[in-house]
């Protein structure tokens, strides 16, 4: 591959926002910076006068890697579904399937939390393997570490159990980090403080190399 076709290794996160969500989305950050890559997604910037699908599709466009967690397909309290997951993972298809070169060797990891439900909810992707985290951290650390070395070709990643343990470490770290930074740990485990979070993560990964 020619280097100007190369996309950096932005791994572009798609997966609900919520607050019963935001352990996995904090440990996939965790693994994807341990694992070399940089996490993205449209958290990081909050307010820019930017719309929301331009800045979606400008961080896609950037990323090589794109992991998407359909595990939000249930009707809510207003009866319908959240399509934001899926629509985000089509803008994902077209930008590698119809792209340029460089677009065309992006690399797609789908995620449920209910094995083979995705086949129900988008029969399109029949013949795609799709991940099962089962809502479990463990689990997801494992899958996304794995698929990562595997995509990537990269040597020297650590094991799935090596992360989950620096990530507990960082986890226990993580409140000295937030009294020095003058950020609470209520204000952290909000979606619109992703941008501080994955910071802690980089400071925390620059002191602690693997």
Not at 7 to 25: E, K, M, S, T, V
Not at 157 to 178: E, H, K, S, T, V
Request: glycine share 6%; proline share 3%.
């Amino acid at each position: 591959m020619k280097k100007s076709q190369k996309l950096n290794r932005g791994a572009f996160i798609n997966c609900p926002f919520d607050r019963q969500y935001l352990p996995l989305l904090h440990a996939q950050v965790f693994a994807i910076h341990d694992a070399g890559f940089i996490a993205r997604c449209a958290l990081e910037v909050v307010e820019t006068g930017e719309a929301r699908l331009a800045k979606i599709c400008r961080i896609i466009d950037a990323c090589c890697y794109g992991i998407h967690d359909l595990s939000r397909v249930e009707t809510g309290k207003s009866g319908l579904p959240r399509l934001n997951m899926a629509f985000e993972l089509g803008l994902f298809f077209g930008y590698k399937t119809s792209g340029n070169a460089r677009q065309r060797h992006k690399k797609i990891l789908v995620l449920d939390s209910k094995r083979y439900r995705y086949l129900r909810t988008i029969s399109d992707l029949a013949g795609r393997d799709a991940e099962c985290h089962s809502d479990s951290v463990k689990e997801l650390i494992t899958i996304v570490r794995n698929w990562l070395k595997t995509t990537s070709g990269l040597k020297n990643i650590p094991g799935g159990a090596a992360i989950l343990r620096r990530y507990r470490q960082f986890q226990a770290d993580l409140p000295g980090m937030l009294k020095l930074a003058k950020v609470s740990k209520r204000e952290i485990q909000k979606l619109a403080f992703f941008s501080d979070y994955r910071e802690f993560v980089i400071a925390w990964l620059e002191t602690n190399p693997s």
